[in-house]
């Protein structure tokens, strides 16, 4: 909730697309609508079999419309900051569809204070920090695998707890 808006600001002239549970497809004003309506695409984490033709679909429409993808790989925030381990798939298949693709690191901090007793009462006074790290090209790595695991190891050493 406290992540997409300040993202989607920072990259707008990339045209940010993201993968987004489906549960965010409703009931959060202008963030919903534009999930729903501006591209990206919402997975229902329950089913993986349609989750899957749903991120090579949308890794194709990254690749030939020229668009920024933004996923969150721990598939959930983490309730005292300590990073959960990413899930990889779906950075994987957006690797294979989208090849030219740069992959920009984003390190989100106190993020999960906002939200540590519930909706309410809200996080207030917290200060959510955002790192974006230098691009890193597919074409610089053995493989898809190494890329992930140097994103990961960017992304979990610049959390500060």
């Known amino acids: 909730m406290y992540d997409i808006s300040p993202i989607?600001?920072?990259?707008?002239k990339h045209h940010v697309k993201f993968v987004s549970k489906k549960e965010l497809g409703k009931g959060i004003p202008s963030v919903s609508y534009n999930l729903r309506h501006g591209g990206s695409v919402?997975?229902?984490r329950k089913n993986p079999r349609?989750?899957?033709?749903?991120?090579?679909?949308f890794g194709e429409y990254i690749e030939?419309?020229?668009r920024a993808a933004v996923i969150f790989p721990e598939g959930t925030?983490?309730?005292?900051g300590n990073p959960k381990p990413f899930k990889t798939r779906g950075i994987e298949i957006l690797l294979k569809k989208a090849p030219s693709a740069l992959?920009?690191?984003?390190t989100v901090n106190?993020?999960?204070?906002m939200l540590r007793y519930g909706k309410f009462p809200m996080g207030i006074g917290n200060h959510i920090k955002f790192t974006v790290h230098k691009p890193l090209e597919l074409?610089?790595?053995a493989g898809s695998k190494q890329l992930i695991e140097q994103v990961e190891k960017t992304i979990v050493e610049a959390i500060n707890i």
């Open 8 to 12: 989607m600001w920072y990259m707008r």
């Open 42 to 44: 919402l997975i229902d």
């Open 50 to 57: 349609q989750a899957l033709p749903a991120m090579m679909k």
């Open 64 to 66: 030939t419309n020229n």
């Open 77 to 80: 925030r983490s309730k005292d």
């Open 103 to 106: 992959v920009v690191p984003i």
């Open 110 to 113: 106190n993020s999960w204070k």
């Open 139 to 141: 074409s610089n790595f």
